[in-house]
């Protein structure tokens, strides 16, 4: 079985400031991870993911994030906030890729403040 | 190329009510997958099939039924609905295995009342 636990609901940054939303994980296979992104009344669109190989993944609109199998962690960062980066974020796992589902963490809404 | 396409995007229902959710997609994948959006809730995933004719149980399964006659579509039906199905409802489908299959692409959702 497997849970991802988001830190904080809401998170409020200032435009240009650094961008840090926090994941935590648990699998008890290797996992692979996701970050997703919501914008309002849309759907969820891929922001990157984490599968083999490099701990450290790059994603779009500036995103990245590093796996931290120590700590258990999937945390996704950006250097500058822009404002249309507000959306609801989600991090999900699933165990190896397996088709019986992702599984997501409750989302966190990033609020950008101009 | 549509992506995913659900239909429709609002619907209210009266207690007792039964209906259809609609999902198409165009791109071939043999994954399809259901999932209910709540608020603080996250997305839980509800039925998902990997190919026509193969349907199993997510997370959330009870008081919905699903089936995949076509690689294309797979609907989702509320028998009776219930105020505790209002919902947002994403369908969602990848490839099954192999390279690509772990991303996800969803569509735009059907936001579901029941009163």
Same mark, same amino acid.
């Given at each position: 079985?497997? @849970?991802?636990?988001?830190?904080? @609901?809401?998170?409020?940054? @200032? %435009?240009?400031?650094?961008?840090?939303?926090?994941?935590?994980? @648990?699998?008890?296979? /290797?996992?692979?991870?996701?970050?997703?992104?919501?914008?309002?009344?849309?759907?969820?669109?891929?922001?990157? +993911?984490? $599968?083999?190989?490099?701990?450290?993944?790059?994603?779009?609109?500036?995103? %990245?994030? %590093?796996? +931290?199998?120590?700590?258990?962690?999937?945390?996704? $960062? +950006? /250097?500058?906030?822009?404002?249309?980066?507000?959306?609801?974020?989600?991090?999900?796992?699933? /165990?190896?890729?397996?088709?019986?589902?992702?599984?997501?963490? +409750?989302?966190?809404?990033?609020?950008?403040? /101009? | 190329?549509?992506?995913?396409? &659900?239909?429709?995007?609002?619907?209210?229902?009266?207690?007792?009510?039964?209906?259809? =959710?609609?999902?198409?997609?165009?791109?071939?994948?043999?994954?399809?997958?259901?999932?209910?959006?709540?608020?603080?809730?996250?997305?839980? *995933?509800?039925?998902?099939?990997? #190919?026509?004719?193969?349907?199993?149980?997510?997370?959330?399964?009870?008081?919905?039924?699903?089936?995949?006659?076509?690689?294309?579509?797979?609907?989702?039906? =509320? =028998?009776?609905?219930?105020?505790?199905?209002?919902?947002?409802?994403?369908?969602?489908?990848?490839?099954? #295995?192999?390279?690509?299959?772990?991303? *996800?692409?969803?569509?735009?959702?059907? &936001? *579901?009342?029941?009163?």
């Amino acid at each position: 079985a497997q @849970s991802v636990t988001q830190l904080g @609901s809401h998170v409020s940054v @200032s %435009e240009g400031a650094l961008v840090l939303l926090r994941c935590n994980y @648990s699998s008890s296979v /290797p996992p692979y991870l996701f970050w997703y992104v919501q914008y309002p009344n849309q759907g969820l669109q891929l922001l990157l +993911k984490y $599968t083999t190989g490099a701990t450290l993944v790059k994603g779009i609109n500036g995103f %990245e994030a %590093e796996f +931290k199998k120590s700590e258990t962690s999937f945390h996704l $960062t +950006k /250097p500058s906030a822009h404002m249309s980066d507000a959306a609801e974020y989600f991090c999900a796992v699933s /165990p190896g890729g397996g088709a019986d589902g992702l599984t997501f963490g +409750k989302g966190t809404h990033l609020i950008i403040q /101009p | 190329n549509a992506g995913v396409t &659900q239909t429709p995007k609002f619907q209210v229902l009266k207690t007792g009510q039964s209906m259809t =959710l609609q999902c198409a997609q165009d791109m071939n994948h043999e994954y399809m997958s259901w999932y209910r959006q709540d608020p603080g809730m996250g997305l839980r *995933l509800i039925h998902y099939s990997v #190919g026509a004719g193969i349907t199993d149980q997510g997370e959330v399964p009870n008081g919905y039924n699903v089936s995949r006659s076509t690689t294309e579509d797979f609907p989702l039906r =509320l =028998l009776s609905a219930a105020p505790s199905q209002t919902s947002v409802y994403f369908c969602a489908s990848s490839y099954w #295995g192999g390279q690509g299959s772990e991303k *996800l692409f969803f569509g735009s959702g059907t &936001q *579901l009342s029941v009163l």
